[in-house]
């Protein structure tokens, strides 16, 4: 076990230096950079279903997905204008330092040491997540107090182990890390036994599970051992890119919360509310001040829905994920959803 976490930490350790000396010649000029392109590229996570993955014509879908295709609205007026990288965990910090790609949205938590010392800025919080753990319900499990002796499987990279010893170790409860570079063989080695426990966020958890042959077979645990905000990141030392990957996420929330939708936007355009006039471009010129058309935020909700629409198509209860929207719910509702204002 201990030679898994030494592997584990090094990796760590080797990423935190890259950041030190890869200054990306990019790291002001983003917008840019993507004009010229003509295409945001946007890493994303490879296979996790309701998050990204690729359907049976082998195009993108899912919830981080969409949060690409809504800043290639807000930049372009259109949502197809963007290539989506797959990105396994232990490299997605370098495919955005390195400038293999222009944002990450790929349910990534947003920590003190990735903020710090990994070159990178976090844009606000799109699903408030906890690390969970699932088991086959063969094992007879109730609680995570009952893992001991356990082998966990775990993925590097992440802050799933850290996690795992916080949690555990106060409370003398010993397991064994499995660790899998690549995330096919850490569900399959799930899914056949060779792990007792697999572990990251819930969502994950719900994805992973959604990918099972027998979905039935496996249970969540109730314990949530962890905090994972999972953010959209860019590369610090943006602020303009920065700016506009944060205000096209707050957008899609505050058009959720001033009831603006896919189908009624163009009846919004009429609305009496000045801030509804400024998001939507009608007055004002929030656009300009971003470099963009003023038209930004229109194009992102019209195209994608606003914030309660996506996750409702990719993650809601009619989905395979079935989730409820709990602390994903908007402020106003009892969640810890919220945007700044649109003045
Ligand atoms: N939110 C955590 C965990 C991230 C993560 O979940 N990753 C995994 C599972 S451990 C993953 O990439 N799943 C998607 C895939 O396999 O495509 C982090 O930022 O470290």
Redesign the pocket.
Request: aromatic content about 8%.
């Given at each position: 076990m201990s030679k898994f976490i030494t592997k584990v930490v090094a990796f760590g350790l080797a990423a935190a230096a890259f950041s030190v000396f890869a200054a990306p010649a990019s790291a002001q000029a983003t917008l840019e950079a993507v004009r010229k392109r003509g295409k945001v590229l946007c890493g994303v996570?490879?296979?996790?279903p309701g998050?990204?993955?690729a359907d049976d014509k082998g195009v993108r879908q899912g919830f981080d997905v969409d949060v690409c295709r809504a800043v290639s609205s807000a930049v372009f007026g259109a949502p197809d204008k963007v290539d989506f990288v797959?990105l396994?965990?232990n490299v997605r910090f370098q495919g955005l330092q390195s400038g293999e790609v222009d944002l990450l949205s790929?349910?990534?938590?947003a920590?003190f040491s990735r903020d710090t010392s990994l070159g990178l800025d976090f844009a606000p919080v799109v699903f408030y997540?906890g690390?969970g753990l699932m088991v086959s319900t063969k094992l007879g499990v109730k609680s995570a107090s009952e893992l001991s002796q356990s082998a966990v499987c775990?993925?590097p990279?992440?802050?799933?182990l850290q996690n795992l010893e916080d949690y555990f170790k106060p409370r003398n409860i010993k397991y064994e890390a499995v660790v899998f570079e690549n995330?096919?063989e850490?569900?399959n080695a799930f899914f056949s036994g060779r792990c007792d426990v697999i572990?990251?966020?819930r969502s994950?958890l719900a994805?992973?599970r959604a990918i099972a042959n027998d979905p039935k077979q496996y249970v969540i645990l109730p314990e949530t051992i962890s905090k994972?905000p999972?953010a959209p990141v860019v590369r610090q030392n943006d602020s303009n890119w920065r700016d506009i990957v944060s205000w096209t996420v707050n957008a899609l929330i505050a058009a959720e919360e001033y009831g603006i939708t896919k189908g009624n936007i163009d009846e919004q355009l009429n609305s009496k509310d000045p801030e509804v006039q400024r998001l939507l471009g009608v007055n004002g010129d929030l656009g300009k001040m971003l470099s963009l058309d003023n038209k930004w935020a229109y194009n992102a909700i019209k195209q994608l829905g606003n914030y309660g629409e996506l996750f409702e198509r990719h993650l809601g209860e009619k989905t395979p994920l079935g989730l409820t929207r709990g602390p994903n719910q908007l402020w106003n509702k009892g969640g810890l959803i919220y945007s700044p204002p649109f003045r």
């Open positions: 996570s490879p296979t996790a998050f990204s993955y797959p396994n965990t790929r349910q990534t938590t920590t997540d690390q775990i993925l990279g992440t802050t799933t995330p096919d850490w569900r572990t990251t966020d994950d994805s992973v994972e999972l």
